[in-house]
Structures are given as C-alpha cells and as structure tokens.
Nanobody, 115 residues
C-alpha cells in the first residue's frame, strides 16, 4: 500500500522559511521520481519541483532560487526547503510519485504566507 504523508506546513510571514517533509512507504523510494505540487486558493494544482532517483531537479520558474527539493533515500523521505516565501506561495502542498502509470498523492499540508 502506497502512502505519502506530508508535514511541516504552517503560517509564516513574508520572507520567512519553511521545510516540508514527505514520508513514504510502499514504494521503492530510491528509484522513484518524487515531486511537490501545490494548489493555491482558486487555482489549479501546479508542479513546484521534482527530483529524480539520481538527484536531478526541476523547478517551476516562480520558485527557482528560493525552493530546494532534496531526498534522503535512507529515510524514504523527500523534502522541500522554502525560503524567501511570498504571499503567492500560499497553497496546499502535495507530495507525488508515479508508480506503474498511476499517480499517488498525499493529503497535503497547508502553507500560509501572511503578515
């Protein structure tokens, strides 16, 4: 059974930082491409960042230079370090992986950037 469990969201002021974690089980994590998606209020879900099994990363333009995706294969966990947060980063952040052509999602963690 595939499980993805996000944590680390919360309320942060503009310019602040948060680190999201996604603990996984039921997958061969070390060979899985992992992704962080986000869905802001009234918006469609969008890709924020992905990381391949060998550590290659891809970021949406709006987070480049501010967010860093990383993985710890020993802990079966993927992270998203978010710095210089902006109000427009407010969203529910979801962890994702694809296995056998099927997308798996966590339940999400809410990030609110507000003063």
């Amino acid at each position: 059974q595939v499980q993805l469990v996000e944590s680390g969201g919360g309320l942060v002021q503009p310019g602040g930082s948060l680190r999201l974690s996604c603990a996984t089980s039921g997958i061969m994590f070390s060979i899985s491409r992992m992704g962080w998606y986000r869905q802001g209020p009234g918006k469609q879900r969008e890709l924020a960042a992905t990381i391949s099994r060998i550590g290659d990363t891809v970021y949406v333009d709006s987070v480049k230079g501010r967010f860093t995706i990383s993985r710890d294969n020993a802990k079966n966990t993927v992270y998203l370090q978010m710095n210089s947060l902006k109000p427009e980063d407010t969203a529910v952040y979801y962890c994702n992986t694809r296995l056998g052509g099927v997308d798996y999602w966590g339940k999400g963690t809410l990030v609110t950037v507000s003063s």
